[in-house]
Each structure stands twice: as C-alpha cells, then as structure tokens.
C-alpha cells in the first residue's frame, strides 16, 4: 500500500514538473513573439540567465495561481456570471505582473494588456498539457475525482446509502431526434444506455408545448393557465413572458400557491439552469430568482465558483466560446451562399447568445452538476439548452444540431464518470421538456406575419414594413440568468396604438390576439359583431390550422376552412380540423379553453402529418410552442431500476404527469418526501 502510494506521489510530481517545464518553454517563446514582453535587461542577457528567469517566473504564476485564485473568486461571487468571466482575464494577468515583480532577477516586465494574453496563453497551455498527461495515466482522472470526493466527505457527514437522482434536461430534443441520433452513433452514451441500464419512453405535451410550460408543470406539478410562451393578462394589462424574470418568478409563485407544495427539489435538492427553481435550496442560472435582491438566501453565485475556482477553465470556456462564434459565422455564411431553404437571419446577437448557450452554460451547469454529486445532493435537475437555441436557427435535423447532440452526449459520459465517484450511487435521468418541429416561418411563406393578417382582417392599416417578432428561445432566458440585471422584453412592443386594436402574440406556431379594451374573454358573437370578417379571414388562411374561440352558445368551438364550426364537446365524434394534428389534441384544447387568461382568439398553424411541418409565426424554422408535429413528442430516458413511468397501453400526457412519475421515483429511492397526499387534479377541485 505503502509502494502504491509513493508512486502516486511520484506520477503527480512528475506531472506538476512536466507542466513547469512546458509553461517556462511558453513563457520564452512569447516573449520572443510579444514586443511588450520581455525577460531579461536592455543590456542582455545569457541564454541561461533568461532561461532562470523564465523557470521562476513560470513557477511563481503557477503558485500564485494555485494559493490565491481560489480566493479572489470566492470575493467576486456577487460579481454577474459573464463579467466574472472577463474578470479572469484581467485577474490572471494581474497575478502574472505579480509573478513577474517577485522574480529575484528584476529583468522581467510585460504591459499589462500583454500581461492578460501571456497569462491566458500560460494557463491555457497548463491547463492542455495536465489533460494530454492525465490521458496517459488512465488512473489520473479517477484519482482526482477521488480527491475531490474525499474532500467533500472530510467537510461533511459522511454520504447517505440510499440513491440520488440526477435529472437532466436536454431542451428541445424530441424523442424521435434522440432515436435517429443513437442510431446514426452521434451519442454512443445514450446508446450505451439503452442496451441495458435504461429504458425510452415518449410522452406527449399539453398545447403550449414550450419550456415555460413544461417545466413549470415538471418541476412544480402544475402549469394551469400557462396558454402559450407569451400571453396578455386582461386583468392586470400586463403580457406575461416566461423567459422574463419577473414573469418566471409570478408563475412559480402561482404554481406553489395551487399545488401547496414548494417543488419537486425541496428536501436537498440543487437547480441549475432553469427557468423555476423546483423548490431547492442551491440554484445557480436559475431565471425565477434573478429578480432577487443579493444576499446570503440568494445563493446563485456560488454555483460558479466550482468552475472559476480553476484559471484554466474561465481559459478554455473564453477559447471555446471564440471558436463557437467563428463556427456559427461560418455556418451562416455557408447556409446563404447555398441558398439554402427554409432559413432564418442569424446575424446580430445570435452568435454570442448560441456560443453561451452551446459553451458557457452547458461548462456551468456541468460543472455544478458533478459538484452536486460530489456533495451527495439527493436530487438535482439541470436544463441543458444547447440543442433548442441551434435547432431554432439551423434546424432540428441539421448538421449543426446533430454536432450540439454530439457534444452533449459527452456531457452526460462526464457526469456518468462523476456518479462512479460519488460519495453516495447516483441514478441518471435524461428527459426533454418538448421536440422541435420544421418548417419555414408564416411571414417567409405568405409575406406577412399573423399580426399583418389580423389588422388586415379587422379592416386595419397594414405597416409596409413588418416588425420583427421577437424569439422565445430559452438560451435567452439563461443569459438573462447569468447577467442579473436582465433586460427583459418590454411591454411598449405589444401595446396598440389604439385600445380597440388587438394585441396579437407568437409562441412558436401558436399565436394568441386579444383585445385589451374588452374585460373578459370575447365571444365568437362579440368578435363577429365587432370584426364580421376577422374570424373568417384567419380560419380561411391556407397557413392557419384552427382557431379556439369562446362561444355563447357552445360555451367554446374550433373553427377551420370552409366555415368548420366544431363545439368542443363534440371533437370526439367529429375532430374536424383537429383531425391532422393527432390524438390527444382535442383534450389539450379543451383544457387550454379552461383556463382563466386565455386568449380571446388562439391561432393554431397550418401543420402537414406527412413531414411534421409547421409554420412558426416568430423567426425560427425550427420551432415549437403549439400543435403539430414532433415538437409536441418529447422523451423520458430513466434506468430500469425505478418502476415503469406508465403502465403498458397506456400514454404519460402532458408535464404534470411528468411531475407526478419523478415524485414517485424520488420515493423509490427515499428521497424528498413531498409532503402531498393528493394530485394536483384532485387538490385543485
């Protein structure tokens, strides 16, 4: 044991004296590259002399960065996660001018701005040569993370024996995306998995199928009178936005007020990344608390020190990112030049907002996510939302988004390693909140948007000049997250110029008008009185698939081309419109229709079985949010050690069932015991 040991401490001396030596061979090549760098006097030096000072100056900034780093992270948590993320820079280079100044030769000096290249340059390279060296030594990395789990039982009681469950969201992959991804190879982890430990299942989402929706039912156990990705509140005349903060932070509070229950990670649970934060008492990028003041019970910021802790990585996530911005440049460019159909513009912000999305939070929540583990959290939910914000832009089956599954895929092998480490057995679940579905947008295919086509149908000026419509990706709402002080859609783009003119909503291919002047929800007879020809010109459209409006007379009704007329209590028998869009669509318009603040008018796109094609009335060509197609088709990936998620014959339909089936898993293994006796269905009657 004894021999083993002294080797271990010989493999890591080594390992500590190889990235020495390759930072000292660094630091002289830069600074014979960089003019404002230098390491010996004006007057010159030796080749040995410079190489000393070299050696020194390389081992000074290794120590400081070892010994200090840590600690200035640790005073900057309150600092927004992506100025932390330039702070690196500036803060590693500070440490290399420091370095430098305790150098005995006094010969070496940098400007500070080449001060932050050389250093980022330094760590880089460390950082690239311990993993090149622990690649080699296959028992490194399991003795690093043994490391680093003895270090969390050393603070801590020791780790229960009963299991923890890691649930982790990749948004936006649809069950049908995941099956041809496994089968192509792209993810050999997943597949790995369902050749034994791991069973698929797909299950269908209610009629908002968007993450605000689905997640908020998930992780709460209700989304009830969640209508769309965003909808207008006559009551307090404020549009609701669930990528919005304050939005996020008012459906959570209704959800809890409805269920009486704080969340599915209330007892030792951990939310990383979403929208709602489940009830748990560690969160970091998690958009419903972004509006809090800044304060010890606001503890978002520390679930960035595990990953700033090390220089390195704040390195390689900034390369990263880099790269992703070049990646998607270049891919844009190619789309055009090949004209390539359908497509959306993908200039402006969208580079840096899918490079956050692909690089920086996915190495956060990662990393927040092993530190979990490795704290023996009992339940921890994590949204992963790569995938979605480059399905939108590139489509859900492009090359674009399978190199995103690809690269997810070694997420989820990061973590698996991670639970084998872990001071307590970790099951791993995997599920998406929706699929995604393509098609060109509404405006592409006919010229104008839906709002054109509703003034138009109100006898309204149509503007020569379409506004743009604004996108409900969920990579937006976690910069928002990750920012602090999120600027947050305004309320001026949806307010008419008018009182009596709608206000007219996308979300994916489900659009909502309403008119504000009106109190309550109007009546296919008030729409009629007021616009004879509105109602008629949106069921006619060839790219509309059905309307739902109130009625006086039916109490609601579905209204299609060619003057269809369907009360809802007789979809069963006769579906009409509802016919293309599959099973369940009559149940999921019917409980929408339920709800207290929808829409006066819910506009369903045009959708074709054949293909799964919709038309999304915001700019993306992969989109979801309504009816039609896969993005209403998400998947359920969970080891075959919990029970059956539903019994044989038998479909999971919508999130709250979602909700209902983790809770039961989480009492399979022990763990938070929600205090609920009752459904959500039962509770609410």
Same mark, same amino acid.
């Given at each position: 044991?004894?021999?083993?040991?002294?080797?271990?401490?010989?493999?890591?001396?080594?390992?500590?004296?190889?990235?020495?030596?390759?930072?000292t061979?660094?630091?002289?090549?830069?600074?014979?590259?960089?003019?404002?760098?230098r390491?010996?006097?004006?007057?010159?030096?030796?080749?040995?002399?410079?190489?000393?000072?070299?050696?020194?100056?390389?081992?000074?900034?290794?120590?400081?960065?070892?010994?200090?780093?840590?600690?200035?992270?640790?005073?900057l948590?309150?600092?927004?996660?992506?100025?932390?993320?330039?702070?690196?820079?500036?803060?590693?280079?500070?440490?290399l001018?420091?370095?430098?100044?305790?150098?005995?030769?006094?010969?070496?000096?940098?400007?500070?701005?080449?001060?932050?290249?050389?250093?980022?340059?330094?760590?880089a390279?460390?950082?690239?040569?311990?993993?090149?060296?622990a690649?080699?030594?296959?028992?490194?990395?399991?003795?690093?993370?043994?490391?680093?789990?003895?270090?969390?039982?050393?603070r801590?009681?020791?780790?229960?024996?009963?299991?923890?469950t890691?649930?982790?969201?990749?948004?936006?992959?649809?069950?049908?995306?995941?099956?041809?991804?496994?089968?192509?190879g792209?993810?050999?982890?997943?597949?790995?998995?369902?050749?034994?430990?791991?069973?698929?299942?797909?299950?269908?989402?209610?009629?908002?199928?968007?993450?605000?929706a689905?997640?908020?039912?998930?992780?709460?156990?209700?989304?009830?009178?969640?209508?769309?990705?965003?909808?207008?509140?006559?009551?307090?005349?404020e549009?609701?936005?669930?990528?919005?903060?304050?939005?996020? %932070?008012?459906? *959570? =509070?209704?959800? /809890?007020e #409805?269920? $009486?229950?704080g969340? @599915?990670?209330? +007892?030792?649970?951990?939310?990383?990344?979403n929208?709602?934060?489940?009830?748990?008492?560690?969160?970091?990028?998690?958009?419903?608390?972004a509006?809090?003041?800044r304060?010890?019970?606001?503890?978002?910021?520390?679930?960035?020190?595990?990953?700033?802790?090390?220089?390195?990585?704040?390195?390689?996530?900034?390369?990263?990112?880099?790269?992703?911005?070049?990646?998607?440049?270049?891919?844009?460019?190619?789309?055009? %030049?090949?004209? *390539? =159909?359908?497509? /959306?513009? #993908?200039? $402006?912000?969208?580079? @840096?907002?899918? +490079?956050?999305?692909?690089?920086?939070?996915?190495?956060?929540?990662?990393?927040?996510?092993?530190?979990?583990?490795?704290?023996?959290?009992?339940a921890?939910?994590?949204d992963?939302?790569?995938?979605?914000?480059v399905?939108?832009?590139?489509?859900?089956?492009?090359?674009?988004?399978?190199?995103?599954?690809?690269?997810?895929?070694?997420?989820?092998?990061?973590?698996?390693?991670?639970a084998?480490?872990?001071?307590?057995?970790y099951?791993?679940?995997?599920?998406s909140?929706?699929?995604?579905?393509?098609?060109?947008?509404?405006?592409?295919?006919?010229?104008?948007?839906?709002?054109?086509?509703?003034?138009?149908?109100?006898?309204?000026?149509?503007?020569?000049?379409?506004?743009?419509?604004?996108?409900?990706?969920?990579?937006?709402?976690?910069?928002?997250?990750?920012?602090?002080?999120?600027?947050?859609?305004?309320?001026?783009?949806?307010?008419?110029?008018?009182?009596?003119?709608?206000?007219?909503?996308?979300?994916?291919?489900?659009?909502l008008?309403?008119?504000?002047?009106?109190?309550?929800?109007?009546?296919?007879?008030?729409?009629?009185?007021?616009?004879?020809?509105?109602?008629?010109?949106?069921?006619?459209?060839?790219?509309?698939?059905?309307?739902?409006?109130?009625?006086?007379?039916?109490?609601?009704?579905?209204?299609?081309?060619?003057?269809?007329?369907?009360?809802?209590?007789?979809?069963?028998?006769?579906?009409?419109?509802?016919?293309?869009?599959?099973?369940g669509?009559?149940?999921?318009?019917?409980?929408?229709?339920?709800?207290?603040?929808?829409?006066?008018?819910?506009?369903?796109?045009?959708?074709?079985?054949?293909?799964?094609?919709?038309?999304?009335?915001?700019?993306?060509?992969?989109?979801?949010?309504?009816?039609?197609g896969?993005?209403?088709?998400?998947f359920?990936?969970?080891?075959?050690?919990?029970?059956?998620?539903?019994?044989?014959g038998?479909?999971?339909?919508?999130?709250?069932?979602?909700?209902?089936v983790?809770?039961?898993?989480?009492?399979?293994?022990?763990?938070?015991?929600?205090?609920?006796?009752?459904?959500?269905e039962?509770?609410?009657?």
């Open positions: 044991m004894r021999g083993v040991r002294w080797r271990r401490v010989a493999s890591q001396v080594g390992r500590s004296v190889t990235v020495w030596a390759v930072s061979v660094t630091m002289l090549v830069l600074a014979g590259i960089l003019p404002d760098f390491l010996q006097s004006p007057d010159g030096e030796s080749a040995t002399h410079i190489a000393v000072t070299a050696a020194v100056g390389a081992g000074a900034f290794g120590v400081l960065s070892a010994l200090a780093w840590p600690l200035l992270v640790r005073l948590l309150l600092v927004p996660a992506l100025v932390l993320g330039l702070l690196v820079f500036v803060l590693n280079g500070s440490l001018l420091v370095a430098l100044r305790l150098n005995p030769s006094g010969n070496a000096e940098a400007a500070p701005e080449t001060a932050v290249v050389v250093a980022a340059v330094m760590s390279v460390a950082s690239a040569t311990g993993a090149a060296l690649v080699r030594d296959d028992d490194a990395y399991r003795r690093r993370l043994y490391r680093l789990a003895d270090r969390r039982r050393r801590g009681p020791a780790g229960p024996s009963t299991p923890g890691v649930f982790l969201q990749l948004d936006g992959v649809g069950h049908d995306v995941l099956v041809a991804a496994v089968a192509k792209l993810m050999p982890t997943v597949a790995g998995w369902l050749e034994g430990s791991h069973r698929l299942t797909g299950w269908r989402t209610d009629w908002s199928s968007q993450t605000g689905s997640q908020l039912g998930i992780l709460h156990g209700s989304n009830h009178d969640v209508p769309a990705f965003r909808w207008y509140e006559k009551d307090s005349r549009v609701m936005v669930c990528n919005r903060p304050t939005s996020a %932070a008012e459906l *959570q =509070r209704r959800a /809890v #409805r269920t $009486g229950d969340g @599915l990670l209330t +007892a030792d649970g951990a939310s990383r990344g929208l709602f934060s489940g009830g748990a008492d560690e969160q970091a990028l998690v958009l419903s608390i509006t809090r003041r304060g010890r019970e606001n503890r978002s910021r520390a679930g960035y020190f595990a990953y700033f802790a090390d220089p390195a990585n704040a390195v390689r996530t900034a390369m990263s990112f880099v790269a992703e911005v070049g990646r998607e440049t270049g891919q844009s460019i190619r789309a055009r %030049a090949r004209k *390539q =159909r359908p497509r /959306v513009a #993908r200039g $402006g912000l969208y580079p @840096l907002v899918r +490079a956050f999305a692909t690089v920086v939070e996915r190495d956060v929540v990662v990393t927040a996510v092993m530190g979990d583990m490795l704290a023996g959290r009992t921890v939910y994590a992963l939302v790569a995938y979605d914000e399905a939108h832009h590139s489509g859900p089956t492009s090359r674009d988004a399978e190199k995103v599954l690809e690269r997810l895929d070694r997420s989820l092998a990061l973590i698996a390693n991670v084998e480490h872990a001071p307590r057995p099951r791993i679940v995997v599920l909140d929706h699929g995604q579905s393509p098609g060109e947008t509404f405006r592409a295919r006919y010229g104008l948007g839906l709002g054109d086509l509703v003034r138009a149908g109100c006898g309204l000026p149509v503007p020569r000049r379409a506004r743009r419509t604004h996108s409900g990706a969920e990579a937006r709402a976690a910069v928002r997250a990750a920012l602090r002080r999120p600027v947050e859609e305004g309320d001026d783009q949806y307010r008419p110029s008018r009182r009596s003119e709608p206000i007219v909503l996308a979300s994916g291919n489900l659009g008008v309403s008119f504000p002047d009106v109190p309550h929800r109007m009546s296919k007879e008030e729409i009629d009185a007021r616009h004879p020809a509105l109602l008629t010109t949106l069921a006619n459209h060839p790219g509309i698939g059905f309307l739902l409006v109130r009625s006086e007379e039916h109490g609601g009704v579905v209204l299609g081309a060619y003057g269809a007329e369907i009360p809802l209590d007789r979809l069963d028998e006769d579906p009409g419109p509802l016919a293309a869009f599959g099973p669509a009559a149940d999921t318009v019917r409980r929408t229709h339920s709800f207290p603040h929808t829409a006066d008018i819910m506009v369903n796109s045009f959708h074709d079985p054949a293909d799964g094609e919709v038309l999304a009335f915001e700019e993306q060509i992969g989109s979801h949010g309504g009816l039609g896969p993005q209403g088709r998400p359920l990936l969970s080891p075959t050690a919990f029970s059956e998620p539903v019994e044989d038998r479909e999971l339909v919508g999130a709250e069932a979602i909700h209902r983790l809770r039961r898993w989480l009492r399979e293994t022990d763990g938070p015991q929600i205090p609920l006796d009752t459904e959500p039962e509770r609410a009657a």
